[in-house]
């Protein structure tokens, strides 16, 4: 089963009941659950919903492990720009818990710390990030039919444009004799994949109990047995009358507000409450910072039985009125009467069976940029490599070598003058005092490293003369560490050509056995997906042979970093309505390809706007299985991939990772010369994670 996110479509949905449904559902199926919330209340206490969920199914983890931050973070981040921190923060909270539970269960915002408007999107976007299945609760409370189905209808396409996975939607507190029709109507409006719940309203549930009031006026009990906190308030009076006037306005389940010194006021409330000939009063709120007179306290401490509960403000009886008019109804732990009624609500109007199904066979295959770049960050981290970065005076270079270092990715080795390094390194106030730092002309492996290449390229002519001037270069020695071992990856190209960067590797790091391509990818972090582009930086012109081993090796590393491979090789024609040259030879690498690799999803010839727009894909190729849906993307020469990686990097806001490089013995990476310090980290993690020795030889590569 997948992770669920629960999220409100507004401000009074009653997604509590849901909640408190689906922990019911999935801890019945014997897995470890846990429970997450976007943001912690102010003060050490749980808000009522984390309450009660930990309490009823005793959590095993402690309150601060169940919220991703405080409501004024999250202002702070979202005031100054940087919401994509903020859902940083919060996911890496997410993902803490998530590694101790089978899956968790999140209860989306309240709608009283963001601004409202923002909120449905926020939690949509954080329910993409944690790779969670969205639930989303429309407010049926005080709507006609058509005003709900008019919510229903807004509410699934802000969801739809954020690219939610959405599970189900459930209207809740729909009038009794208006569910049906709604149902019917809401069927109409959503797809064959989409499920709807309408579940009435519940009249116990919307209304607040004595201990709900007690709570939200932070008020004193100065009477009341455990079971009087639990009486549910229908209405709620202020007594100013004499009692024989008074009486005649008690209602059932009434709650009476009156000051502390209205004796007579107290009497009456306790004795209507015993008569059979009066409505049940269900509390007394007694204001102004006033207890009862003594003697009064002395009758109601000798009561046998004390039903009532009496609770004191320190706020005048108009100021009191006005706060208790605020509060809004919710379920306090230890609720029983009201967990049962919001159990047997969701249970008596969503099929849980079908349900339960729904969520075996559907698993996101989503991945969002954010999601991807934490997976990298992990990975990197769990085994840590040596990386060696050969521009080490280059501004990016060193504000993403505070990143990596403060986080713990990777040990990392600058090179260049360490008098100037460290110069620049105060200039711009980072804390890079333990960096290791190597000048490649007066290190003393210089001459060592020489020996190494003169005897790999003496072939080629070259003297121990030039191989010793060559190790002057920082991307030669650079790739010598990686050669003999002293490093185990590097990272280049922030302001040293492709060529500069990578020449070193092919003369002396070489290609794996039985791999004749080196080629590299891109990974494409685009605001909703990632994809993989290849190959946009090695290969000018690639045959049909050199295409396929760039489909192949691209679907490996796609798998490797946990996208799931749909290759689409690229022309400017789909299928078999165009002719010439470079059309079969893309034709003939989609042959040799899937001859190689039967098994993988593979598609070509085929437009870029029909390999991923779905709308498109079905008047173009409805038949194909990748169409639409690729996330592997194969240039069909260099001049193409080049240019559109970076088309869409600039005019679509991507971060392009890359390019990788596939198919050398040992990781080294290169970046382009405009790169982020973004970049510039997650390129250091995928070559931390190759260094891993985690990406696999790829089938079907030729022996």
Same mark, same amino acid.
């Given at each position: 089963?997948?992770?669920?996110?629960?999220?409100?479509?507004?401000?009074?949905?009653?997604?509590?009941?849901?909640?408190?449904?689906?922990?019911?559902?999935?801890?019945?199926?014997?897995?470890?659950?846990?429970?997450?919330?976007?943001?912690?209340?102010?003060?050490?206490?749980?808000?009522?919903?984390?309450?009660?969920?930990?309490?009823? /199914?005793?959590?095993?983890?402690?309150?601060?492990?169940? /919220?991703?931050?405080?409501?004024?973070?999250?202002?702070?981040?979202?005031?100054?720009?940087?919401?994509?921190? +903020?859902? $940083?923060?919060?996911?890496?909270?997410?993902?803490?818990?998530?590694?101790?539970?089978?899956?968790?269960?999140?209860?989306?915002?309240?709608?009283?710390?963001?601004?409202? =408007?923002?909120?449905?999107?926020?939690?949509?976007?954080?329910?993409?990030?944690?790779?969670?299945? !969205?639930?989303?609760?429309?407010?049926?409370?005080?709507?006609?039919?058509?005003?709900?189905?008019?919510?229903? @209808?807004?509410?699934?396409?802000?969801?739809?444009?954020?690219?939610?996975?959405? +599970?189900?939607?459930?209207?809740?507190?729909?009038?009794?004799?208006?569910?049906?029709?709604?149902?019917?109507?809401?069927?109409?409006?959503?797809?064959?994949?989409?499920?709807?719940?309408?579940?009435?309203?519940?009249?116990?549930?919307?209304?607040?109990?004595?201990?709900?009031?007690?709570?939200? !006026?932070?008020?004193?009990?100065?009477?009341?047995? =455990?079971?009087?906190?639990?009486?549910?308030?229908?209405?709620? #009076?202020?007594?100013?009358?004499?009692?024989?006037?008074?009486?005649?306005?008690?209602?059932?389940?009434? !709650?009476?507000?009156?000051?502390?010194?209205?004796?007579?006021?107290?009497?009456?409330?306790?004795?209507?409450?015993?008569?059979?000939?009066?409505?049940?009063?269900?509390?007394?709120?007694?204001?102004?910072?006033?207890?009862?007179?003594?003697?009064?306290?002395?009758?109601?401490?000798?009561?046998?039985? #004390?039903?009532?509960?009496?609770?004191?403000?320190?706020?005048?009886?108009?100021?009191?009125?006005?706060?208790?008019?605020?509060?809004?109804?919710?379920?306090?732990?230890?609720?029983?009467?009201?967990?049962?009624? =919001?159990?047997? +609500?969701? %249970?008596?109007?969503?099929?849980?069976?079908?349900?339960?199904?729904?969520?075996?066979?559907?698993?996101?295959?989503?991945?969002?940029? !954010?999601?991807?770049?934490?997976?990298?960050?992990?990975?990197? #981290?769990?085994?840590?490599?040596?990386?060696?970065?050969?521009?080490?005076?280059?501004?990016?270079?060193?504000?993403?070598?505070?990143?990596?270092?403060?986080?713990?990715?990777?040990?990392?080795?600058?090179?260049?003058?360490?008098?100037?390094?460290?110069?620049?390194?105060?200039?711009?106030?980072? $804390?890079?005092?333990?960096?290791?730092?190597? @000048?490649?002309?007066?290190?003393?492996?210089?001459?060592? /490293?020489?020996?190494?290449? /003169?005897?790999?390229?003496?072939?080629?002519?070259?003297?121990?003369?030039?191989?010793?001037?060559?190790?002057?270069?920082?991307?030669?020695?650079?790739?010598?560490?990686?050669?003999?071992?002293?490093?185990?990856?590097?990272?280049?190209?922030?302001?040293?050509?492709?060529?500069?960067?990578?020449? *070193?590797?092919?003369?002396?790091?070489?290609? $794996?056995?039985?791999?004749?391509?080196?080629?590299?990818?891109?990974?494409?972090? +685009?605001?909703?997906?990632?994809?993989?582009?290849?190959?946009?930086?090695?290969?000018?012109?690639?045959?049909?042979?050199?295409?396929?081993?760039?489909?192949?090796?691209?679907?490996?590393?796609?798998?490797?970093?946990?996208?799931? *491979?749909?290759?689409?090789?690229?022309?400017?024609?789909?299928?078999?309505?165009?002719?010439?040259?470079?059309? %079969?030879?893309?034709?003939?690498?989609?042959?040799?390809?899937?001859?190689?690799?039967?098994?993988?999803?593979?598609?070509?010839?085929?437009?870029?706007?029909?390999?991923?727009?779905?709308? &498109?894909?079905?008047? $173009?190729?409805?038949?194909?299985?990748?169409?639409? @849906?690729?996330?592997?993307?194969?240039?069909?020469?260099?001049?193409?991939?080049?240019?559109?990686?970076?088309?869409?990097?600039?005019? =679509?806001?991507?971060?392009?990772?890359? *390019?990788?490089?596939?198919?050398?013995?040992? *990781?080294?990476?290169?970046?382009?010369?405009?790169?982020?310090?973004?970049?510039? &980290?997650?390129?250091?993690?995928?070559?931390?994670?190759?260094?891993?020795?985690?990406?696999?030889?790829?089938?079907?590569?030729?022996?």
């Amino acid at each position: 089963m997948q992770s669920v996110y629960i999220a409100g479509a507004g401000s009074g949905s009653g997604k509590s009941v849901v909640v408190l449904g689906f922990m019911e559902m999935l801890l019945a199926t014997n897995r470890r659950v846990g429970f997450f919330r976007p943001f912690a209340p102010k003060g050490a206490e749980p808000d009522n919903l984390t309450a009660l969920i930990r309490s009823r /199914y005793d959590l095993p983890f402690p309150p601060q492990m169940l /919220y991703g931050c405080n409501v004024e973070t999250a202002r702070q981040l979202i005031g100054s720009g940087h919401y994509d921190d +903020l859902l $940083k923060l919060i996911m890496n909270r997410f993902k803490v818990l998530e590694e101790r539970c089978d899956l968790v269960v999140c209860a989306g915002t309240d709608y009283s710390g963001l601004v409202p =408007a923002l909120e449905f999107g926020f939690n949509a976007d954080l329910a993409n990030n944690f790779g969670c299945s !969205l639930v989303v609760v429309v407010k049926g409370f005080g709507r006609n039919p058509q005003e709900a189905l008019d919510a229903l @209808h807004i509410a699934h396409e802000l969801m739809r444009k954020r690219g939610g996975d959405l +599970l189900a939607t459930v209207v809740n507190g729909v009038a009794p004799d208006a569910v049906e029709g709604l149902k019917d109507q809401a069927r109409g409006l959503l797809t064959e994949t989409e499920t709807v719940y309408v579940l009435p309203e519940q009249p116990a549930l919307g209304m607040p109990t004595v201990g709900e009031i007690s709570q939200g !006026l932070n008020a004193k009990c100065l009477y009341g047995e =455990a079971d009087a906190l639990n009486q549910v308030v229908t209405n709620y #009076k202020i007594a100013a009358m004499e009692v024989p006037d008074f009486l005649g306005y008690v209602e059932d389940g009434c !709650l009476v507000i009156t000051p502390g010194d209205r004796s007579d006021i107290i009497l009456a409330c306790l004795a209507a409450d015993v008569a059979t000939s009066f409505p049940r009063v269900a509390g007394l709120l007694l204001t102004g910072g006033q207890s009862p007179a003594e003697n009064v306290q002395r009758l109601i401490e000798g009561l046998r039985r #004390k039903k009532v509960a009496i609770l004191q403000v320190p706020t005048d009886t108009f100021t009191t009125a006005l706060d208790v008019n605020r509060i809004e109804a919710t379920i306090l732990p230890g609720d029983d009467r009201k967990i049962a009624a =919001a159990l047997g +609500l969701f %249970e008596g109007h969503v099929d849980m069976d079908e349900l339960r199904g729904r969520m075996v066979v559907r698993h996101s295959g989503r991945i969002t940029p !954010l999601m991807f770049e934490y997976e990298l960050i992990r990975r990197a #981290k769990s085994l840590r490599q040596r990386i060696v970065l050969p521009e080490g005076a280059d501004e990016r270079i060193l504000r993403a070598a505070e990143i990596l270092t403060l986080r713990n990715v990777a040990d990392l080795t600058l090179l260049g003058n360490p008098e100037r390094i460290r110069r620049r390194i105060g200039e711009l106030g980072l $804390k890079l005092d333990d960096i290791r730092i190597i @000048h490649p002309v007066t290190s003393p492996d210089r001459e060592r /490293y020489a020996r190494t290449y /003169y005897e790999l390229r003496k072939h080629k002519g070259i003297s121990e003369q030039m191989a010793y001037d060559a190790l002057e270069d920082v991307s030669y020695f650079g790739t010598l560490m990686v050669y003999h071992g002293d490093a185990d990856g590097m990272v280049s190209g922030a302001t040293h050509t492709t060529q500069h960067t990578i020449r *070193p590797a092919f003369e002396t790091v070489k290609t $794996k056995p039985g791999v004749k391509l080196v080629s590299s990818v891109f990974f494409m972090c +685009l605001p909703g997906r990632v994809l993989v582009y290849g190959d946009c930086a090695v290969n000018p012109n690639p045959d049909s042979e050199e295409l396929a081993d760039i489909a192949i090796t691209s679907a490996a590393t796609a798998t490797a970093f946990g996208i799931k *491979p749909c290759v689409a090789m690229l022309s400017y024609s789909s299928g078999s309505s165009g002719k010439g040259e470079d059309v %079969e030879r893309v034709r003939d690498a989609v042959c040799i390809a899937r001859e190689r690799r039967p098994d993988l999803k593979l598609e070509g010839p085929i437009q870029y706007d029909a390999a991923v727009d779905v709308g &498109v894909a079905r008047s $173009k190729m409805p038949e194909s299985e990748v169409a639409g @849906h690729a996330t592997v993307l194969v240039f069909p020469d260099l001049n193409t991939g080049n240019n559109t990686y970076k088309a869409v990097q600039r005019s =679509a806001g991507a971060v392009a990772i890359g *390019p990788v490089l596939q198919g050398l013995n040992k *990781p080294v990476n290169d970046l382009s010369r405009g790169c982020s310090v973004t970049d510039i &980290v997650n390129t250091v993690a995928i070559t931390a994670i190759q260094a891993q020795g985690e990406l696999p030889r790829p089938e079907g590569a030729p022996s």
